[in-house]
């Protein structure tokens, strides 16, 4: 075997340890990254931060916990937004395995702002068919959900009062690991008009820009990169601090780098390789 | 960080490193932990379920005072006839009610989001004396080509063909951003464990010295 | 009987989803709400079915002691633990923050999860160093474009204006064209099933006799 | 042109013709109700005229293609270029003496991509049946199963070797989609496949299949029409069949009329969108926009 032939032949655990060398190195020393925030990450932003006290938000979160890494930030940092600004929010999950990711974030944040459950923030809970679920909230919140879910009936929670449907929220954001997002896009905002932005994995990002594009969602937070970016404005705002150990996403992203690189090198040695060994014969 | 957040972080990251195993190969470890995390999810998703859809959609109505709930109730339990071989057919009317309103409700809202808004968003007004309208020009012979190539009643030739071809170029430009923007979505995964073990190293040996 | 009447309630109810859409007539509305909050119900039991069918399947392999019971033994024991310590507390206080409950899912289910979902990030490392050869035409598009996207995430001084600049153009250009199209068809498949559903034409979704 | 065959089945007739009655209905009487302010008592939203005019013609344009197929007329479909490549991958395995692998994806079913993936299968079936080779056919969901053993049964009976198929090469692995993946590499490994064949709705496991089986050495076939995993089988794959491609191979393959006339209808809708949007460009660039705005649904 010629020198470039092996060159394009490594055996795959060589790459494994390659990677898990570089994560493990740069988890150590890690070091600050430049960040260039996208104009779909400001629009979300923007819009919270636009938002008066006492206003309602709504959060649909809908991923499992294999992805939190890319989403769990945003939740945090959207939640800790809109209590460091006094804006109460409405929550709800339609993921099966996801109500337990909820009630992490929002017990959480509560518990260092000193908000309220039922006064502050409503947490409705989980229920099956989100497609049925989003078009019955889009009627009457009670309808899915007549309690929320601690078990408290919806009418008894004084935040509820003069909430019936969608149109009392200012927005939905949707934070999504799955076919979420299509759902929400479709009946929230296809059938009721609701105003939606939304939270993606990576693997999603590029698929929802036709949506970006059309107007019917008005900002869309991409994979970790687009959390690190909300995270930086969220930062530059006031809102999160680095001392208080709140930029999750930001941490990652010398990670992110240095992989990257190492990926490209990878990609780039197979194809010298490739090209070289070609050109002998 | 009291002794027992220690232990669990310590489960916690035990089992992670016998996912970790699986790079090696298949091996019984990862086996234990994969095992272990399908029951403890349809435990988990049993008890919510239970508390977030059975109590309050049919239990406490029904408590309540509100009978007519009874009547979606039983069209559910028959939903479970599906397992027996005899009886299999009782399912198919409940299955019907919800296949059949999933379908007339998806309908209208299908064709308007996916279809209608999507075709008016392509609607663009088009030019070559400044970047926005050359952009917009860009983009509607794009969406025309990419369309071409799922066009099944002509065959590729000549210039359809080309703008097949240009179409499929298109698509992989699309698959191409899709893959980059997935080993961001990936790598996160990795690194938010590798920071979990680190930091947990870190709580470690605090505590320990 | 058996075929004809799951027919009639798919055609029936899905009719009158679809007509509801266009009626704004307020004994519509009620009745549109009352399908969607009976649909909800049954979805409960709907739900549950897959959990019982897991379990069933779980069982069996147990008491056969097929090859690998062993494993199914821990998922069974994953599970009844889940339960158990769902329902001891009384009602819903299982499902709140710092319970046994969460803790479980905290420290057993979100590690293994995200651990083994974490394993991608070698195997897309591997398949993007092995595969992402220029080799055709189309391979070398993907791979540029892919570049182009993964380069977004590295500090490139003075260059990194640039490369934004095509990130840019990449993702609300060729890409959103791309998707466009694919949506496009999305939609069209989709509202065509969904009306062969309604029309009896596809009866796929009813199982075997 | 008659618009509905009068010797179609009757069932489909009757709902055929209340279903165009009643739109037709809808669109005479929202003329009346435009004048009515309040919305909660008129019997039409006038916003979603538009909506009903796509409904009705999208719906009429299907069921009649449906009718000419199943009426025997000959429906031109393009051949897929995928197919020579699944032949070529089995002609290749043959040549080999190596099994021929085929996954149906992680879906159950109901799914339309499973549905598709089987009538792939049922003809994979028939052109290994001729040469002795295995074909290994691991699943995924235990519904599938016997939807899987019944058309490999069909594809070698049809081929004139019922007695070669084997039962045992239709598995059953694991619901649990890392599972199910770490069982056909473990086949991928073992058993060296000349030919993957990749057919269906794959989820994040596609490039696990897809890099072991790159590192055998099979050629590879992969389709799906989940967006978000054809990069990977694009990039690891000799052959990807893209989204709806899947969908028109199955069609192409079965001549089935029902699957057959929706993709004739969806191709005609996208002739008449290709229309559309350049009218509307045009329009669009003359300033006139009242046009692009019409099909704004409230």
């Known amino acids: 075997m010629t020198f470039y032939e092996r060159m394009m032949n490594l055996d795959r655990r060589w790459v494994y340890l390659v990677i898990g060398v570089v994560v493990v190195v740069t988890a150590i020393w890690s070091f600050a990254v430049p960040l260039y925030v996208t104009p779909e990450a400001r629009s979300v932003y923007d819009f919270v931060d636009g938002l008066v006290p006492g206003e309602v938000l709504m959060i649909g979160v809908d991923y499992a916990p294999e992805v939190m890494a890319e989403l769990h930030p945003m939740s945090y940092a959207i939640t800790r937004q809109c209590f460091a600004k006094d804006v109460k929010l409405l929550l709800c999950c339609l993921h099966q395995n996801g109500p337990g990711m909820v009630e992490q974030v929002v017990a959480q944040v509560a518990e260092e702002y000193g908000k309220v459950n039922g006064v502050d923030y409503v947490y409705l809970g989980y229920k099956p068919y989100p497609g049925i679920t989003i078009l019955a909230m889009g009627q009457n919140f009670r309808i899915p959900f007549p309690e929320d879910y601690y078990g408290t009936p919806l009418d008894s929670l004084p935040m509820m009062r003069n909430m019936t449907n969608f149109d009392n929220v200012k927005a939905i954001i949707n934070i999504s690991g799955g076919s979420g997002t299509e759902y929400w896009i479709n009946y929230a905002n296809g059938r009721y008009n609701a105003k939606l932005a939304i939270g993606v994995t990576g693997v999603m990002t590029a698929d929802y820009y036709p949506f970006l594009q059309s107007g019917q969602i008005f900002g869309l937070i991409g994979g970790m990169k687009g959390a690190a970016e909300y995270e930086y404005l969220a930062e530059k705002g006031g809102y999160i601090t680095r001392e208080k150990d709140q930029l999750w996403a930001s941490k990652s992203m010398p990670i992110q780098t240095t992989t990257h690189i190492v990926i490209i090198l990878f990609i780039v040695i197979g194809n010298v390789g490739y090209f070289m060994s070609k050109r002998k014969k | ?209 | 009987m058996r075929r004809t009447l799951p027919i009639a309630v798919v055609a029936g109810v899905g009719f009158f989803m679809l007509i509801q859409y266009f009626i704004p007539l307020e004994e519509f509305e009620t009745l549109y709400e009352w399908a969607l909050d009976w649909t909800m119900v049954i979805g409960c039991f709907a739900m549950a079915l897959g959990l019982y069918s897991l379990t069933n399947m779980m069982v069996t392999k147990v008491r056969r002691k097929a090859e690998g019971w062993g494993y199914s033994l821990v998922a069974l024991v994953g599970l009844f633990v889940m339960v158990f310590v769902g329902l001891v507390p009384h009602y819903q206080d299982s499902l709140k923050y710092g319970t046994l409950f969460m803790d479980i899912f905290e420290y057993i289910y979100i590690p293994i999860q995200a651990a083994m979902f974490s394993l991608l990030a070698f195997y897309i490392a591997s398949a993007a160093y092995r595969a992402f050869r220029a080799r055709t035409v189309l391979a070398t598009i993907l791979l540029v474009s892919a570049i182009i996207i993964m380069l977004r995430l590295i500090p490139l001084g003075p260059l990194s204006a640039i490369n934004q600049w095509m990130v840019n153009f990449i993702l609300t250009v060729p890409n959103m064209a791309a998707k466009r199209a694919f949506w496009l068809g999305v939609g069209l498949g989709a509202t065509a099933t969904a009306l062969k559903i309604m029309l009896g034409i596809e009866r796929g979704y009813m199982g075997r006799d | 042109m008659k618009f509905f065959p009068s010797h179609t089945n009757l069932k489909s007739n009757l709902f055929v013709k209340a279903l165009f009655l009643s739109l037709c209905f809808l669109l005479i009487d929202s003329s009346l109700s435009f004048a009515q302010e309040d919305l909660s008592e008129s019997w039409f939203n006038p916003n979603r005229v538009n909506m009903l005019i796509f409904l009705t013609f999208f719906f009429a344009v299907i069921i009649y293609f449906i009718q000419r197929a199943k009426k025997g007329k000959s429906l031109f479909i393009r051949r897929i270029a995928g197919l020579d490549a699944i032949e070529e991958a089995v002609g290749r395995a043959t040549e080999m003496g190596r099994p021929v692998l085929f996954v149906p994806g992680i879906e159950d079913v109901n799914q339309i991509q499973t549905i598709a993936a089987m009538i792939i299968l049922g003809n994979v079936a028939k052109m290994v049946a001729a040469y002795d080779i295995p074909l290994f056919v691991p699943i995924c969901r235990p519904f599938v199963v016997p939807v899987a053993e019944e058309r490999v049964k069909e594809g070698y009976a049809a081929a004139g070797r019922p007695d070669a198929y084997n039962r045992d090469n239709v598995r059953y692995i694991s619901d649990e989609q890392f599972a199910y993946a770490a069982g056909v590499q473990g086949i991928m490994l073992r058993d060296r496949p000349m030919a993957n064949l990749m057919f269906g709705s794959f989820f994040a496991e596609s490039l696990m299949l897809a890099e072991t089986g790159f590192l055998t050495g099979a050629i590879q076939v992969a389709g799906t029409a989940n967006i978000h995993q054809l990069p990977f089988f694009v990039v690891a794959c000799d052959y990807t069949i893209i989204g709806e491609e899947l969908f028109a191979t199955s069609a192409y393959l079965s001549k089935e009329p029902k699957l057959l006339g929706s993709l004739k209808g969806s191709d005609l809708a996208k002739a008449i969108i290709i229309g559309l949007l350049a009218l509307g460009a045009i329009l669009e660039t003359l300033g006139i926009t009242q046009f692009t705005r019409w099909f704004f649904i409230e």
């Open chain 2, 1 to 209: 960080m009291g002794t027992a957040e220690l232990i669990w972080n310590g489960v916690a990251a035990l089992l992670v490193l016998c996912i970790y195993s699986f790079l090696y190969k298949d091996n019984p470890f990862y086996k234990f932990a994969e095992h272990l995390v399908v029951g403890v999810s349809a435990g988990y998703f049993a008890m919510i379920l239970y508390y977030n859809a059975f109590l309050p959609k049919l239990i406490n109505p029904l408590r309540a005072g509100q009978y007519w709930y009874i009547i979606p109730g039983i069209l559910g339990l028959l939903m479970w006839a599906r397992f027996s071989k005899k009886w299999q057919w009782l399912s198919r009317p409940t299955l019907g009610f919800v296949i059949g309103s999933g379908a007339g409700l998806a309908i209208p809202l299908y064709l308007q989001n996916y279809v209608i808004r999507q075709l008016s968003a392509t609607m663009l007004p088009v030019g070559f004396t400044s970047w926005p309208l050359i952009t917009n020009v860009m983009i509607i012979i794009m969406v025309f080509c990419a369309l071409t190539y799922f066009y099944f009643s002509k065959q590729h030739t000549g210039a359809f063909g080309v703008a097949a071809k240009f179409g499929i170029w298109t698509l992989m430009v699309g698959f191409g951003a899709g893959f980059g923007m997935t080993v961001m979505g990936r790598v996160a995964l990795l690194a938010e464990r590798v920071i979990f073990l680190r930091d947990y190293m870190v709580q470690l040996w605090g505590a320990l010295f």
